[in-house]
């Protein structure tokens, strides 16, 4: 039996496989795992299915036909290599290093990531992007600034009285990140009696269990957090003492109230001012009270700003570093491996100018490319993503790809994103790859490397092993002397808390310290004050220091309704596994879900085809008419080849500091359609 752990999302899962002859017969989930303690989604589960998927690449492709109607020939990884280092060779001349980037998916993590990001920084260019800011960036931002960093808090749910799950579905969705989010929710209904709140216009899996539900408007949220601070503050019933000792800014924010009374806000969220006020009351009298919030807010214009408003709440009750509210448990640092030191100075990414706060640019990746701004970008590597079903507008994503010169994919199948390739390399999947589980937003701070449980497939390599094999092609010999995975673990782990350890030893997980509640109000937070900023000093040279609504589009005699895409579905992460038989069949029809008050008002009956448009595009699929979610909205799941969310959204339409695109309230009409699709 071998002990690893699952690397399909950010939940990093343990798993027992059972290896015989190279191949693995069997796994289960790891018991002795702390944070997930045994338990397997039904995507971790089934993660054979993709290790030993017959479709999957077994050797580099080459593409001899055009873009978008592509040829495949199978050629060796020497020539791949070949081709790749003229190619980068060429563009370099050419355009300048910059105009090569490199895009991550969600799974990639630390050692494949630092690899690129080494790669990169040698080759000279700053364009490397993952998915922050399609995916948390507008959070991470928002605690970075009141909270200081680095700054990833989790809720102590299970010592909680008082919960509220606002715009997360952890039914569904990085269920076990940390712990197990929903038996330490029932635990701690059960044990002490706190109540569950979900604020979602989504009748989600999560809110059919919860105590309340408020369907929210989409794209609210702002107004209804900023209602409960000024309900609070107005009607003394925030945490004197926990303001005053450990946070700044509070009398620069109650002036800058108003506005956010409850009739307002009522009318603006389309929810009872009864349940709000009800609401607000509970989260002041219940001490201590978690306040969980996910993507579900942060994928709209004003997603950094909701984010800054509710870590406001969280202050102003003080459940701030306190057991069973927020807590602070960061991962363990590691070596620096980038050497970001070569890069030259004052080179910016492409979306630097656009996002100066972002830490990467992925939504605005299509724009840099067709309108050369700030710079020509003339190639992207494509790391296990499929921007053609992810990313916001996929028109003018397949625009962009279709004007690149040199398009490079590394992935485990054929993906949509493919057909717009010159070169397809074959990946590792986390069976076959070295990695670490740095312990990122656990409650358990536990540490912990991964060996590959069976050797690559066919001829896949790791990222990080394609970019050491590019790299000593091309000369780098020096800055890729990484004979082995091992040797790259090594060089991670070299200066950090865990060095001492064999990798044996590491492979079974050690704990770290843990930062027990009240660390930091005792020894001061990571803010230039040392104190939680209610009106963060970081965010003033951006006028953004006090929170605000941002403009954005509403409905409209045009488009009368509101759209949500990307809610998760079981089975699927994102736009992986509808070739995974075992996993589609848990859910084969991709379907739209309608609020009552659109099916009454058009006329749509559960399982019509729809048509929804917006200013993008359109798209037709199946409706389910839901009695339980916001009236006026319709929600379209997203990651689908042929029923693609992304035809529908917006990449110019962005929270201005984050660039996260607005996937979440975007104004359309909807009615039948005659056919599908
Ligand atoms: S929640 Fe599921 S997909 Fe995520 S790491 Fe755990 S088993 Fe894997």
Redesign the pocket.
């Known amino acids: 039996m071998k002990r690893t752990?699952?690397?399909?999302?950010?939940?990093?899962?343990g798993?027992v496989a059972e290896v015989k002859n190279g191949k693995i017969l069997r796994i289960e989930g790891d018991r002795e795992n702390p944070n997930?303690r045994g338990?397997?989604?039904?995507?971790?589960?089934n993660?054979l299915d993709v290790l030993y998927h017959m479709d999957r690449l077994k050797k580099p492709l080459l593409n001899t036909g055009d873009k978008g109607s592509p040829k495949w020939k199978e050629i060796s990884w020497d020539l791949a290599l070949e081709i790749t280092e003229n190619k980068l060779g060429e563009l370099k001349t050419r355009h300048g290093p910059e105009s090569v980037a490199f895009l991550f998916g969600t799974t990639s993590r630390t050692l494949d990531t630092s690899l690129v990001r080494r790669f990169a920084n040698v080759y000279g260019t700053p364009n490397v992007t993952q998915t922050w800011s399609i995916c948390v960036g507008p959070k991470v931002l928002a605690y970075l600034a009141t909270f200081g960093g680095p700054s990833y808090p989790t809720c102590d749910f299970a010592n909680a009285n008082f919960i509220i799950l606002w715009g997360a579905n952890p039914l569904v969705s990085?269920?076990?990140?940390y712990h197990g989010v929903v038996q330490d929710i029932l635990k701690a209904r059960r044990t002490k009696g706190a109540s569950v709140v979900v604020v979602d216009p989504r009748e989600s899996e999560t809110a059919r269990i919860g105590d309340f539900h408020l369907r929210i408007k989409p794209n609210s949220d702002f107004y209804l957090a900023m209602g409960m601070i000024q309900y609070l503050i107005d009607n003394d019933l925030y945490d004197h003492d926990f303001v005053r000792e450990y946070t700044t800014g509070f009398n620069k924010l109650r002036e800058s109230l108003g506005g956010y009374d409850l009739e307002t806000v009522a009318r603006k969220t389309d929810l009872p001012i009864e349940q709000i006020r009800q609401i607000t009351e509970r989260l002041a009298e219940s001490r201590p009270a978690s306040i969980d919030r996910r993507e579900g807010i942060l994928h709209s214009v004003n997603g950094l700003q909701t984010a800054r408003a509710i870590a406001i709440l969280m202050s102003l009750t003080g459940n701030v570093d306190v057991q069973g509210g927020l807590i602070f448990n960061p991962p363990i640092k590691l070596n620096n491996i980038t050497l970001e030191e070569r890069l030259p100075t004052g080179k910016k990414p492409f979306w630097g100018e656009q996002y100066p706060l972002a830490s990467d640019g992925s939504g605005y990746l299509a724009e840099a490319i067709l309108s050369d701004r700030p710079y020509p970008v003339r190639s992207v590597f494509v790391l296990e993503s499929n921007p053609v079903l992810t990313l916001p507008n996929t028109k003018k994503v397949i625009n962009a790809l279709k004007k690149l010169e040199f398009v490079v994919v590394h992935d485990f199948f054929l993906t949509e994103t493919c057909k717009f390739a010159d070169l397809v390399l074959p990946a590792c999947t986390f069976y076959e790859k070295s990695e670490v589980d740095v312990g990122l937003l656990k409650k358990v701070r536990w540490f912990r490397i991964r060996r590959k449980v069976v050797e690559a497939l066919n001829e896949s390599k790791s990222e990080a092993e394609f970019v050491r094999d590019l790299g000593i092609k091309m000369g780098y010999s020096n800055e890729f002397d990484f004979p082995t995975e091992d040797s790259m673990l090594r060089a991670l782990l070299e200066g950090s808390d865990a060095e001492r350890y064999s990798l044996g030893e590491l492979e079974d997980g050690i704990y770290l310290e843990d930062l027990r509640p009240g660390y930091l109000r005792e020894r001061g937070f990571n803010t230039p004050s040392g104190k939680i900023e209610l009106v963060p000093s970081i965010l003033r040279p951006f006028h953004d220091d006090l929170p605000h609504p941002v403009a954005s589009p509403t409905e409209s005699g045009k488009y009368p309704f509101l759209l949500i895409t990307g809610p998760k579905v079981p089975p699927y992460?994102h736009s992986q596994f509808r070739n995974t038989q075992t996993l589609s069949k848990l859910n084969p029809v991709p379907c739209a879900e309608v609020g009552k008050g659109i099916a009454q008002k058009m006329e749509i009956s559960h399982g019509d085809i729809i048509e929804i448009r917006t200013h993008v595009g359109r798209l037709n699929i199946k409706a389910a008419v839901k009695e339980n979610m916001h009236p006026f909205t319709v929600s379209v799941p997203h990651g689908w080849a042929d029923c693609n969310a992304n035809v529908l959204t917006d990449d110019l339409i962005t929270e201005p500091l984050s660039g996260a695109p607005m996937y979440r309230g975007i104004p359309c009409q909807v009615r039948k359609a005659l056919e599908f699709p």
């Open positions: 752990f699952c690397q399909i999302c950010k939940c990093d899962c798993i997930s338990k397997l989604c039904v995507k971790g589960k993660s990085y269920m076990h990140r992460y």
